[in-house]
């Protein structure tokens, strides 16, 4: 899988998380980033408006994980709270 498009971002290595997924605009809200560590608003990380499904840009835009039931708000909190913890490699 390579980046570059949206749903085909390959974490599965350090520089392939590093390179699709911090500091990277999003290609479905331009304006915003898909992780930002430190930042874990739905206006900062566009991964939490993803998760959440507030906040999303554009119509064809759809909730995490997409066709199946939204993860439930303790995992996406602590996803946040990752976040918001500067999105360490742990």
Same mark, same amino acid.
């Given at each position: 899988m390579e980046g570059g498009?949206?749903?085909?971002?390959d974490l599965r290595t350090e520089a392939h998380r590093d390179a699709n997924l911090y500091q990277v605009l999003s290609g479905e809200c331009t304006t915003e980033y898909r992780v930002?560590?430190?930042d874990a608003t &739905?206006? /900062?990380s566009y991964l939490m408006a993803k998760l959440t499904g507030v906040g999303m840009c554009g119509a064809?835009?759809?909730?995490?994980?997409?066709?199946?039931?939204p993860l439930p708000q303790a995992e996406?909190?602590?996803?946040?709270a990752w976040i &918001?913890? /500067?999105a360490p490699n742990n």
């Amino acid at each position: 899988m390579e980046g570059g498009r949206e749903g085909r971002h390959d974490l599965r290595t350090e520089a392939h998380r590093d390179a699709n997924l911090y500091q990277v605009l999003s290609g479905e809200c331009t304006t915003e980033y898909r992780v930002k560590p430190n930042d874990a608003t &739905t206006g /900062g990380s566009y991964l939490m408006a993803k998760l959440t499904g507030v906040g999303m840009c554009g119509a064809l835009s759809s909730q995490m994980p997409k066709g199946a039931t939204p993860l439930p708000q303790a995992e996406i909190d602590l996803i946040g709270a990752w976040i &918001t913890q /500067g999105a360490p490699n742990n």
